[in-house]
Structure formats: structure tokens, C-alpha cells
């Protein structure tokens, strides 16, 4: 059974960082791209990073130079770290597989999430 | 960015009734691929259909897709209590854009 389990979230203080995990289990997780997904009140599901089997890793515009996306495939660990902490990037992260093409692509398992909540 | 537009917002049905949920998107979304995922609070959101009519791996069959262009349909054809969720559509012709989210009610 495939399973992705998120970790790491939490309360932090607006200019902050934080570093999500996301453990896997129940495939072959070197030979999936894999991605970040968030899911906010304002603006509800937004994917926000992909890493692909090489290493490769792609983001939209919107986070661009604030977020980081890696693997260790050896752990069958996914991560995120996230610098720059904003009120905006409270959410719902969600580790996502990917099902076709990195930069194009639905998603055939979903982690359950872990909650950021961007405060002071 | 593609932007995808759900409706109507909230759909209110009884057990046994039929739903139909609507996707549209601000431009053509070539070869169909669309996808659509249920979800339900605290768990994680779930793969129903893909492509935009196949079913995802465990999807009942009551679910079905249609759809091409702009327009896309999700239909489930007698609500079972376990269909009672938040429904969202998903396109990926473009880096991946989700819609808003349908939710169905009792």
C-alpha cells in the first residue's frame, strides 16, 4: 500500500523557516518524480514544487528562490524547506506522487498533510 | 496559468440522487488532461479520474468523466453516504492548476 507521511509543520513566526519531511513507503520511490502541494483558505489547492528522478526540481513563479524541494532516496524521505515565511504560506502541505510527465502531470497519492501556520 | 472555474459551488442531494459537477477552464486544455479528486476532511484527498475519463485505481463506477476543450463534467450517478465530499478538478496541459472545489452535501 503506498503511504506518504508529512511531518515538520507548525507554528512560526512571520520571517521564519521551516523544513516539512515526507516519508514514503509501499513503492519504488526512486523511480517516481514527487511533489509539494499546498492547500490554502484563500487560495485553495496550489501545487508548489516537483523534484523528478534525477534530481531535477521546478517551481512556479510564486515561490521561486523561497522554497527548496530534495530527496533522499536512500531514506525514501521527501523534503521542503521553506525561507521567508510570509501570512500567505499558511496552509496545508501536502506530499504528493506524481503519476506522468514532472512538469505536467495529476497525482495518484496524496499524503494526509501538515499544517503551517504563519504567526506572530 | 490555466485558471479552472467548479460549479455551482455547493451541490445539496440526498443518498440515491445523481450529481453532476462542472469544470471549466480560461482556455483549451489539449488532449484532455484533466483529473478529478474527492476530499474528505482529515484524510487526504484522493485520485478519482484522470485523462478525463478513466478511472483511477479503486474508483467505483458510478463515477465517470467526460468532457474535452474547455468543459468538463464529473458525474456521479447514485450518491452513496461515503460520496459526501469536496470535489476539485484538476488540470495538467500546464504546470498543475486545481479549481476552487465543489462540495457535496446532504
Known amino acids: 500500500e503506498v503511504q506518504l507521511v508529512e511531518s515538520g509543520g507548525g507554528l512560526v513566526q512571520p520571517g521564519g523557516s521551516l523544513r516539512l519531511s515526507c516519508a514514503a513507503s509501499?513503492?519504488?520511490?526512486?523511480?517516481?518524480?514527487m511533489h509539494w502541494v499546498r492547500q490554502t483558505t484563500g487560495k485553495g489547492l496550489e501545487w508548489v514544487s516537483a523534484?523528478?528522478?534525477?534530481?531535477?526540481?521546478y517551481y512556479p513563479d510564486s515561490v521561486k528562490g523561497r522554497f527548496t524541494i530534495s530527496r533522499d532516496n536512500a531514506k525514501n524521505s521527501l523534503y521542503l524547506q521553506i525561507n521567508s515565511l510570509s501570512v500567505g504560506d499558511t496552509a496545508v502541505y501536502y506530499c504528493?506522487?506524481?503519476?506522468?510527465?514532472?512538469?505536467?502531470?495529476?497525482?495518484?497519492?496524496w499524503g494526509r498533510g501538515t499544517l503551517v501556520t504563519v504567526s506572530s | 496559468e490555466i485558471v479552472l472555474t467548479q460549479s455551482p459551488g455547493t451541490l445539496s442531494l440526498s443518498p440515491g440522487e445523481g450529481a453532476t459537477l462542472s469544470c471549466r477552464a480560461s482556455?483549451?486544455?489539449?488532449?484532455?488532461?484533466l483529473a478529478w479528486y474527492q476530499h474528505k476532511p482529515g484524510q487526504a484527498p484522493r485520485l478519482l479520474i484522470y485523462?478525463?475519463?478513466s478511472r483511477a485505481t479503486g474508483t467505483p463506477d458510478r463515477f465517470s468523466g467526460s468532457g474535452s476543450g474547455t468543459d468538463f463534467t464529473l458525474t456521479i450517478s447514485r450518491l452513496e453516504p461515503e460520496d459526501f465530499a469536496v470535489y476539485y478538478c484538476?488540470?495538467?496541459?500546464?504546470?498543475?492548476?486545481f479549481g476552487q472545489g465543489t462540495k457535496v452535501e446532504i
Open positions: 504528493v506522487r506524481g503519476a506522468v510527465w514532472v512538469e505536467a502531470t495529476y497525482f495518484d497519492y
Open positions: 509501499g513503492f519504488t520511490f526512486s523511480s517516481y518524480d
Open positions: 523534484i523528478d528522478t534525477a534530481g531535477d526540481t
Open positions: 482556455q483549451s486544455v489539449s488532449s484532455s488532461f
Open positions: 485523462g478525463p475519463t
Open positions: 484538476q488540470q495538467y496541459h500546464t504546470s498543475p492548476t
